[in-house]
T-cell receptor, first 117, second 110 residues
Framework: NAGVTQTPKFRILKIGQSMTLQCAQD?????MYWYRQDPGMGLKLIYY???????DKGEVPNGYNVSRSTTEDFPLRLELAAPSQTSVYFC????????????????FGPGTRLTVL | EDQVTQSPEALRLQEGESSSLNCSYT??????LFWYRQDPGKGPEFLFT???AGEEKEKERLKATLTKKESFLHITAPKPEDSATYLC???????????FGSGTKLNVKP
């Protein structure tokens, strides 16, 4: 298994440009997450999804959009990039465990380092 | 408001010098508390999940404990390869969200 993969690894954008960060997992996990990590800080949740077709906002959703058309893929869209979106972006996935209990253990991708100039 | 505070921000140890990292949390009902290790330029790697006060888990030189207000990550006789940033996260009981602390950067010198 490749686990969680993210592309690209690095990207430089100009202010006002748009781009999509790709995330894919091959573990058949229902739950997927997007985080951003600023230098010296913890991870902040941007959006998450509990299954194909279902997404919800996290702590810092402004300036971002997501979609989840398949179990495997969870792309993050940046519209009108701003310098404040310079960060490292991590995608993660986790499994559900039968019934209502959610294991919570997340598996992270290697990250995308984005700079907006 | 759900939040997580980790201390210290940075910790320098000599090889073999045991110590503890702290994670204090406030959450509206705890579903789980998680410890992750993050190496420079990489994504966090899962270490432990703790679900209830009094629970303990061990892995090699690491031991995680949990009370109703905080968790400790004890490092016994650390080695240079234990150098990394250690992140703590909590999941509230009624939400599919996770709140992360800012981490403790551990440096173990030979």
């Amino acid at each position: 298994n490749a686990g969680v993969t993210q592309t690209p690894k690095f990207r430089i954008l100009k202010i006002g440009q748009s781009m999509t960060l790709q995330c894919a997992q091959d573990m058949n996990h229902n739950y997927m997450y997007w985080y951003r990590q600023d230098p010296g800080m913890g991870l902040k949740l941007i959006y998450y999804s509990v299954g194909a077709g279902i997404t919800d906002k996290g702590e810092v959703p402004n300036g971002y959009n997501v979609s989840r058309s398949t179990t495997e893929d969870f792309p993050l869209r940046l519209e009108l990039a701003a310098p404040s979106q310079t960060s490292v972006y991590f995608c993660a996935s986790s499994a559900t465990r039968g019934g209502a209990t959610h294991t919570g253990t997340q598996y992270f991708g290697p990250g995308t380092r984005l700079t907006v100039l | 408001e759900d939040q997580v505070t980790q201390s210290p921000e940075a910790l320098r140890l000599q090889e073999g010098e045991s110590s503890s990292l702290n994670c204090s949390y406030t959450v509206s009902g705890l579903r789980g508390l998680f410890w992750y290790r993050q190496d420079p330029g990489k994504g966090p790697e899962f270490l432990f999940t703790l679900y209830s006060a009094g629970e303990e888990k061990e892995k090699e030189r690491l031991k995680a404990t949990l009370t109703k207000k905080e968790s400790f990550l004890h490092i016994t006789a650390p080695k240079p390869e234990d150098s990394a940033t250690y992140l703590c996260a909590v999941q509230p009981y009624n939400f599919n969200k996770f709140y992360f602390g800012s981490g403790t950067k551990l440096n173990v010198k030979p």
